[in-house]
């Protein structure tokens, strides 16, 4: 269910000529027919949030296709013409260096790069609002990047939930409980689901659901009984928050809305929204 302000709403794609209109569609259908309700405090917010998860989506593919190669943290490596190793494995920005064109780098000299799954999906966050944002106010907000693991930059706000449907552009979870110890980098794998059935994950690529668990499985312990598996864990981006810096040009596409009731009475407890 979609509300904006106080009115449900039954939002789509008017030009079915759109670029990914496909996607696009598919993820309005999935916000309205969800028994879960997503917020937004106006149309443009709605547009923001949809732009963004194609574009996430999009960036996974341009990353699995980057030559960016699967490294634990004592392996990482980095451009260093724009960013610094730590010593615990992240990459700092180096002085000097725009945020914006270190964060394309990743993705046009991939071979270059070499991290883990956590960090690989921060990158994807990164990329993916740079098409939404102007290059100043991206370099603005982001002027000092750490990229390690989940630690990032305190004015991107991302949601952790423990319930609810998955969309496409969601941050989700496998978890592997009986991983082999000397394959610890193997417990769990962070992915971003795609839609039609499909997660893209650093180091294990485009998979589906079946094909992420038996890979997880194949690093387990000896006589292991118990199956990785996908937790209930949801991070997604706060559209509320990051849509206020969106850049008005970037989000063009035409959603029209047919009102369904625009009384609605709301009430949320943490991130738990009921319509009354």
């Not at 990482?76 to 190793?85: G, K, L, M, T």
């Not at 956590?118 to 102007?134: E, F, Q």
């Amino acid at each position: 269910m979609i509300v904006i302000g106080r009115s449900i709403v039954h939002p789509y794609i008017a030009d079915d000529t759109e670029p990914f209109f496909k996607t696009k569609q598919e993820v309005l259908t999935l916000l309205t027919s969800n028994q879960e309700v997503y917020m937004y405090q106006s149309l443009q917010e709605l547009s923001f949030d949809l732009n963004f998860r194609v574009n996430l989506i999009l960036s996974c593919i341009e990353l699995f296709n980057s030559g960016i190669q699967f490294r634990i943290f004592e392996e990482s490596y980095c451009n260093e013409a724009f960013w610094q190793r730590t010593r615990l494995g992240g990459f700092q920005l180096r002085s000097g260096a725009l945020p914006s064109l270190a964060i394309r780098d990743i993705f046009t000299n991939g071979k270059k790069y070499g991290t883990e799954c956590a960090t690989a999906m921060i990158i994807l966050i990164y990329k993916a609002l740079l098409s939404v944002y102007n290059e100043e106010t991206f370099n603005t907000l982001f002027a000092n990047l750490l990229l390690y693991t989940w630690d990032y930059d305190r004015d991107l706000r991302l949601i952790t939930k423990t319930s609810g449907n998955v969309l496409p552009g969601d941050l989700v979870y496998f978890k592997n409980p009986q991983v082999n110890p000397a394959e610890m980098h193997w417990q769990g794998e962070n992915t971003i689901y795609l839609g039609d059935t499909l997660y893209y994950g650093h180091g294990v690529g485009i998979r589906t659901k079946k094909q992420v668990i038996d890979h997880l499985n194949a690093h387990r312990i000896p006589n292991a009984f118990l199956s990785a598996y996908l937790t209930d864990l949801v991070t997604r981006l706060d559209h509320r928050v990051m849509s206020q810096y969106a850049s008005p040009e970037k989000l063009q596409t035409n959603i029209a809305l047919t009102p369904i009731r625009d009384d609605a009475v709301i009430a949320t407890i943490g991130h738990t929204t009921a319509v009354y």
